[in-house]
């Protein structure tokens, strides 16, 4: 079963916009982190934000983190078509075995040249 | 590039087949932990290994079995394939909290 869900499950926006995807979870974290993955293949880790932390930067990206409301976001300032891919959140919580992450669905995301 | 390397690339197999998928982890990572990846859904775990011994383990049947070796190298084998076992596989390598994830082994079960 999947922890988290991504909204939207797909966005197209033109190069230049910003771009915002968000992540829901069910259970307490450890931390939550973002994925990015090129056609079907190996995940590369964009950030890494702490239960206690609320705002990372990271370049372009920016994500924030709510636990009140088990939510984040993830925003992609100043998009270009190489950002174009799907974009996972994943949680570790302190009940995981090891650092076992636990996946949302991912938001596909399309930027248009 | 992650330094995590997988093989082999692409693999098609047969219902009742068996078949084992190989991983590399990074220099010094001791903890590897592998994936399944159905098309369109996101990655769901299925095993992690440290230091030789299984150290969690998700939501998947006792035909999905792993082995980690002495140089942290991995294998994941899954017997009496079916056809829903058709997926990406990933295998992540860790230090502290990142997982290094390697380009994936695309199982076709027919």
């Known amino acids: 079963s999947q922890q988290g869900e991504e909204d939207p499950q797909a966005l197209s926006i033109q190069e230049g916009e910003n771009a915002t995807m968000n992540c829901s979870y069910k259970?307490?974290?450890?931390?939550l982190q973002w994925y990015r993955q090129n056609s079907g293949r190996g995940l590369v880790h964009l950030i890494l934000?702490?239960?206690?932390?609320r705002e990372k930067h990271s370049g372009r990206l920016r994500v924030t983190l709510d636990t009140s409301k088990k939510s984040s976001s993830l925003l992609i300032t100043a998009s270009r078509a190489a950002d174009t891919a799907s974009y996972f959140c994943?949680?570790?919580?302190?009940?995981?075995?090891?650092?076992?992450?636990?996946f949302g669905g991912g938001t596909r995301l399309m930027v248009k040249p | 590039e992650t330094g995590v390397t997988q093989s082999p690339t692409h693999l098609i197999k047969t219902r009742g087949q068996q078949v084992t998928l190989r991983c590399s982890s990074q220099?010094?990572?001791?903890?590897v932990s592998w994936y399944q990846q159905a098309l369109g859904q996101g990655p769901q775990f299925i095993f992690q290994?440290?230091?030789?011994?299984?150290?969690g383990r998700g939501n998947f049947p006792p035909r999905f079995s792993g082995l980690q070796f002495p140089n942290y190298s991995s294998e994941l084998n899954v017997n009496a394939l079916e056809l829903d076992d058709s997926a990406l596989y990933l295998c992540?390598?860790?230090?502290?909290?990142?997982?290094?994830f390697g380009p994936g082994t695309r199982l076709t079960v027919l």
């Open positions: 220099s010094g990572h001791n903890t």
């Open positions: 259970t307490s974290i450890n931390n």
């Open positions: 290994y440290y230091r030789e011994e299984e150290n």
């Open positions: 992540a390598s860790s230090s502290h909290n990142e997982q290094f």
């Open positions: 934000i702490r239960s206690n932390e």
């Open positions: 994943a949680t570790e919580g302190p009940n995981n075995a090891g650092n076992m992450l636990t």
